[in-house]
């Protein structure tokens, strides 16, 4: 295709008859069909690949604008990366939407629903694994040479479904029909060592080498999805490990076992790759989990010290100039002591030269102060499967301990087992956030009051030690993908009312502020959250047969199912609602849709519980005529990125409910006041930058602050006080005793009634009860203005500028990557 340089960005422009030859092309020359006989399927695929046409142009261009200036890049080293679908951002971010959609329109296609023909690429859990979307978008976006680095996963999270209320969980299938964004690079091939033994082989005036004879080999393939900036003028990668055996090595060692056994040696290898572990928040501990972490970095690290040598010879004290590598949580750390052995042990540098560089390439993001989440391995499954890796992590806590501990706090053995990189347990056990902090010349937190609580109550020693390494960097959200793509009618009205350059400059969005009063304005804001409801509505009745009024609020909650994030507290709520109405037939409320969505760990009991009784509890409601719809209950299967994308333009109300101190950030908030949506949250998390921004007056705040919660847990928390203070929370937690939800099958759902009351209600459920209960009767008022409620929803969306991942970028850049921008000009 020929491409034109736009006067203002450097976007290769195509005509509507250039875009609709190139798809008709690559659906001869591509796929070997033509338009007569191509299913929706083939349409997308062909779509994708003219789209990839101008992709790989940019692509090369910077690749060579990159290796000509030898630029300093950031390697973001992430087990998850959730892209969800990329052909519409794609085609947002190269600005040949609108092109692409009158093209297939001529050709008798529908762009939207060709969008929905691609398999969401699923490779993450939830918010960290989106954050790294994000980011990246941002990265490219800002022209940052840039790199992430992750897992090829063959099967990304498990697909969701419900039978009788339950969740079910199936494989996801993304790459079954194979997947149009990625290039295999077998020129970049990596080998993978894994298991065996130390040698330690002393030569005659030398002093001791260690040699490690691994007792398996795995190869690593790349894979790399192009990285559209919007405005094109960076294209960069996501480089995705796959794993394989490595067949010369089957060869020699199960020559004796035979074809059958080295076929079984191959699978076994694969597996690695396989899936992406479930767990969100928590650390699962299994071998294979650890062995993933390993066969990435390990891939990683090589090819990042590949490219470092080939422009630097081996001048290795440039090495922190020229790379800095990020550790998205603790799930990457095992590149440390992967960088210490390759350059002690193969590249022939002394301990403290390659200490030195360490301490000053990576940086590590935490992400959570979960207990549970805390990544700890065994030090008995660290022997066995990285033996070396072991001995370095010794070294490197012995010299901490002694030098740096032992001075700051002589004599003191209380502070060396708590700072510790080994804890003295039973088993002992490898810290891996101790390792990072100890190593890592930035660690930050991702809002505010996170990384204050990373301060004071996760790392305070470490914090005593070293004053200036925890900083905070405020995650964000791409505005491209959260509200441009996935809000088509906002994004316009934005486009007329401040201009179209708001999407690179969030800032702007202040420019509808004015307007938050201006009655034609309102009615503009809200006509365009009908329409996304009505969107919404269609989807419910698809999905669960349900039908919901788009008059009625649009309650929702889509995130991971975890009790910190408490479902629940929402669950109970709902219930309160459901026993008025029924006491009361006429009792005076606006219709409320509950939405959710959310999956929940396969091995979490309470959080499937909780999903189940969600799920009954919607039977009932939604069928009960006697409260003539005034309630609806939805929950709907398979939460997804591209669901996500239908959801949070239709929302009217967003809940961002965890118990203060434990949501690290939250970035679903964010995406849904950007698209106009009220929260009812409790101070945590971003939300309380949100506050800051918005005008607290502006959200429906509730419930216990941060040092509300300390303190209560300190003087003994007792959940019973409040049920039996309160008559209406007393017969609503009973309520979940009987049969009226589970017919027939009385107590199903007392779980969850146990855990708020005999269990201790760790997540203080009981002690906001009230205080949430009376924040959701101040959004009942409210909506009954609607004038006054547009107004607030434009003050929502006008006050985001802060939370968009440019913002956050460019925070990572000054504070901490020291990074320089080189767009292709
Ligand atoms: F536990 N987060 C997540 F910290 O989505 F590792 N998965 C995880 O496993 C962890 C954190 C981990 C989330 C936080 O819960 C959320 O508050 C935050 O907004 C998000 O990471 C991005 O920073």
Known sequence: MATKQ?????VPSVNCAEMQQ???????????????????????????????????????????????????????????????????????????????????????????????????????????????????????????????????????????????????????????????????????????????????????GKGSRKVWHAGQKLKGVPWDIPIVGYGAKTVNILRLWESRSHEAFDWDVFNAGGYVDAQAEKSKAETVSKVLYPNDSTDAGKELRLIQQYFFCACSVKDILRRFKRANKEDWSLLPEKVAIQLNDTHP???????????????????????????????YTNHTLLPEALEKWSVALFEKVLPRHLEIIYEINSQFLTKVVEKKWPGDDAKKSKLSVIEESQPRMVRMANLCVITAYKVNGVAAVHSELVKTDLFPEFHELFPTKLVNVTNGVTPRRWLKACNPGLATLLDETIGDDWVLNLDKL??????????????????????????????????????????????????????????????????????????????????????????????????????????????????????????????????RVSLAEKMFPAADVSEQISTAGLEASGTGNMKFSLNGALTIGTMDGANIEMAEEIGAEHMFIFGLSVEEVKALKAEGYNPYDYYYNNPELKSVLDWLDSDFFTPSHPGLLSDIKRSLLDWGDEYLCLADYESYVNAHQAIDTLYRDQSAWAEKAILNAGAMGKFNSDRSIEDYATKIWNLKKFPIT
């Open 6 to 10: 736009k006067t203002s960005v450097a």
């Open 510 to 639: 202040k420019g509808i502020l004015p307007k938050a009063t201006d009655s034609d304005f309102q009615q503009r804001f809200m006509d365009i959250k009908k329409e996304n409801k009505m969107v919404m509505a269609k989807i419910i009745k698809e999905e669960t047969d349900v039908e919901v009024s788009v008059d009625a609020i649009f309650d929702v909650q889509i995130k991971r199912l975890h009790e910190y994030k408490r479902q629940q507290l929402n669950l109970i709520h709902i219930l309160t609602l459901y026993k008025r109405l029924l006491e009361d037939p006429d009792y005076d409320m606006i219709p409320r849709v509950f939405l959710f969505g959310a999956k929940a760990a396969p091995g979490y009991h309470m959080a499937k519980e909780i999903i189940f009784a969600l799920n009954k509890i919607a039977d009932k409601v939604n069928n009960d005529v006697r409260i003539k719809d005034k309630l609806k209950v939805v929950f709907l299967p398979n939460y």
């Open 333 to 363: 750390t095992i590149a440390i002591p992967e960088l210490m052995r390759i350059l002690i042990d193969e590249e022939g540098l002394e301990w403290p030269e390659a200490w030195e560089i360490c301490q000053k390439t990576f940086a």
């Open 22 to 204: 190139a798809i008709i092309d690559r659906l001869h020359k591509g796929l070997g069909t033509d338009k007569n006989k191509a299913n929706n399927k083939a349409w997308w695929n062909a779509t994708c690949q003219a789209v990839n046409e101008l992709v790989f142009e940019k692509l090369t261009q910077t690749h060579q604008n990159h290796a000509e200036k030898d630029t300093r890049a950031v390697n973001y080293l992430s087990l998850e990366f959730l892209m969800g679908r990329l052909l519409s951002n794609n085609l947002q971010n190269l600005e040949v939407f609108d092109v692409t959609q009158q093209a297939l329109k001529a050709l008798g296609k529908d762009l939207y629903e060709i969008c929905d023909e691609e398999p969401d690429m699923a490779l993450g859990n939830g918010g960290l694994g989106r954050l790294a979307a994000c980011f990246i978008d941002s990265l490219a976006t800002l022209g940052y040479p840039a790199i992430g680095y992750g897992i090829h996963y063959e099967h990304g999270l498990f697909k969701q479904e419900f039978q009788d209320g339950r969740q079910i969980e199936r494989p996801d299938t993304w790459r079954e029909y194979g997947n149009p964004w990625e290039i295999c690079r077998p020129e970049s091939i990596q080998f993978v060592p894994l298991y065996g033994y130390v040698e330690t082989v002393y030569e005659q």
